[in-house]
């Protein structure tokens, strides 16, 4: 039924990891099966604050990465399209950068690239998914890593508009 209505299905968001104990294993195989079904994958990842204070970035994103994304068939590679969403800059104030965002989105390219080869690496979808707004969407969609952002509270806003509009100036450049 769900494939009638819409082509993506987002996967791990934060809230779901957090409020339903969704795991990278079942985030894994709500992946493999929207893909049987027709449906691309938004699997996203990220770390909680004190994950970042901690300095453990790298190393949470290299196991979801790994776990999250396991087994996908050669195949069906080019459907998946991932989301970091670093959840310690949804609605808290703490805002990431474009740069810091951006090194973790190219960390999140090589790691699939060492999975399924360079080919897989270079279309991967990559989108951006803490807290975006009309203010800082240039900066991101400016980074060349970042493909595109998952934009949530906005969306439901007036200044999601504007983020549109901004996103398609940028594009232009």
Not at 35 to 41: H, T
Not at 62 to 70: D, I, N
Not at 115 to 139: D, Q, W
Request: overall charge negative; charged content about 20%.
């Amino acid at each position: 039924m769900v494939r009638e209505l819409c082509r993506f299905v987002i996967l791990g968001h934060s809230e779901r990891r957090t409020y339903f104990g969704e795991t990278d294993d079942i985030v894994n195989k709500k992946a493999q099966a929207a893909l049987q079904y027709g449906l691309s994958p938004i699997v996203c990842i990220g770390e909680r604050l004190e994950q970042y204070e901690a300095g453990q970035t790298e190393d949470l994103i290299r196991f979801q990465v790994q776990q999250s994304l396991a087994h996908f068939p050669a195949h069906a590679v080019q459907e998946v399209v991932v989301a970091y969403e670093p959840i310690w800059a949804i609605g808290t104030g703490k805002a990431a950068t474009a740069d810091g965002a951006g090194k973790v989105i190219s960390l999140i390219r090589r790691l699939f690239e060492e999975r399924y080869g360079p080919a897989a690496a270079t279309t991967l979808r990559i989108l951006y998914g803490g807290s975006v707004t009309s203010a800082n969407i240039s900066e991101f969609i400016a980074y060349p890593d970042i493909d595109g952002a998952l934009v949530g509270g906005a969306s439901i806003t007036h200044d999601f508009v504007e983020i549109v509009q901004k996103v398609i100036e940028t594009m232009q450049r």
